[in-house]
């Protein structure tokens, strides 16, 4: 049994083609000697260049995607065997990372990783890439039998609740947004069978993350001692008696 985690709409692209000759864009790409079609929209350096793009509030945070994915990465329930990770880009394009796979800490190198990634390049067999729509994500790839998306915008609930829920459930599937503003879009809404809230202020998604595991993982740890076979829990607890 996984847990299916995904980073939905994430803020991680390489630069489109409209802002490729824009000046920010350009003394970047100069200061790293590689092509601006080749890089990552990054805010911290094409702030200038990105008022013209739609949704630019929810686009270029590829520091907030490798936060998130470290916050997941780090976690016993991932090393364990019990997380598959797929982030779907605002732009959709599915990265689905080989199980148990460690990203780079350094964000630099993150960095390089996804933007060869993104290019065409290899990811070196911990990542793949691939075009994909969150429905097409959800429903073929997945096959989530209860899709839980965490926003504002959801009903409230105490996170002890949700991860006792989670555990219980076959396949389960949780999506945290992956953009710094806004909300998910109608489409990502079409495939959540809930929308949720864990807090009456907007949370980063390295802390939503975060949380959210750590509460998984006692919930499944509460599961196996009560016995019931379904969960994550059991499987946690059978992992460890190996």
Do not use: W
Not at 59 to 64: T, V
């Amino acid at each position: 049994m996984k847990l299916n985690f995904v980073l939905a709409e994430a803020a991680l692209e390489l630069v489109p083609r409209e802002l490729s000759h824009a000046p920010a864009v350009s003394s970047d790409a100069k200061r790293r000697g590689i092509e601006t079609s080749h890089i990552l929209l990054d805010r911290s350096f094409h702030h200038s260049a990105m008022a013209r793009l739609r949704d630019s509030e929810k686009r270029g945070r590829p520091d907030l995607v490798h936060e998130a994915l470290l916050s997941v990465t780090g976690t016993p329930l991932y090393l364990d065997g019990f997380v598959k990770i797929f982030v779907h880009t605002g732009q959709d394009v599915v990265l689905e990372l080989t199980e148990k796979t460690r990203i780079p800490k350094s964000y630099f190198r993150f960095r390089g990783l996804i933007e060869k990634l993104l290019a065409g390049g290899s990811g070196e067999g911990l990542v793949r890439a691939y075009p994909s729509g969150v429905k097409n994500l959800v429903q073929k790839t997945i096959h989530s039998d209860n899709v839980v998306g965490l926003s504002v915008q959801g009903e409230t609930i105490r996170l002890e609740e949700l991860a006792a829920e989670i555990v219980t459930a076959r396949n389960p599937c949780v999506m945290v947004g992956g953009f710094p503003h806004g909300h998910f879009s109608k489409e990502t809404l079409e495939v959540m069978d809930r929308l949720v809230r864990i807090n009456d202020r907007p949370l980063e998604a390295h802390v939503v993350v975060a949380r959210m595991m750590y509460e998984i993982e006692k919930a499944g740890e509460n599961q196996s001692l009560k016995g019931v076979g379904a969960g994550l829990g059991t499987v946690r607890s059978s992992s460890r008696s190996r």
